[in-house]
């Protein structure tokens, strides 16, 4: 079974930037997607990006689309996800998942890292 530690959340200034790190250990196949998702306080988790690990396709939340960037390290077992121009509604904590479907309801999941984002 894979699992996922995410690093690199933080507190930060509206309009700044921030690149968090999702590490993978067992393997991970062909078949699997890493995505990230994100839950803020009294809120549903929300899905902001997923990426295909072989063929690299890449799906984004509406939210977050042109400003966030998903992008994975086959040779670090790593996935990232870039966050620029960030807003205070970027607010929540960020989680890795990793699955064959992008309904991710089979999968592992990490313990999350919260992004703070102050205005």
């Known amino acids: 079974q894979v699992q996922l530690r995410e690093s690199g959340g933080g507190l930060v200034q509206a309009g700044d930037s921030l690149r968090l790190s999702c590490a993978a250990s067992?393997?991970?196949?062909?078949?699997?997607?890493l995505g990230w998702f994100r839950q803020a306080p009294g809120k549903e988790r929300e899905f902001v990006a997923a990426?295909?690990?072989?063929?690299?396709?890449?799906y984004y939340g509406d939210s977050v689309k042109g400003r966030f960037t998903i992008t994975r390290d086959k040779a670090e077992n790593t996935v990232y996800l870039q966050m620029n121009d960030l807003k205070p509604e970027d607010t929540a904590v960020y989680y890795c998942?990793?699955?064959?479907?992008?309904?991710?309801?089979?999968?592992?999941w990490g313990q999350g890292t919260q992004v703070t984002v102050s205005s």
């Open positions: 998942a990793v699955d064959i479907s992008l309904d991710f309801d089979r999968g592992s």
């Open positions: 067992g393997r991970i196949y062909s078949s699997h997607i």
């Open positions: 990426i295909r690990w072989i063929r690299g396709s890449t």
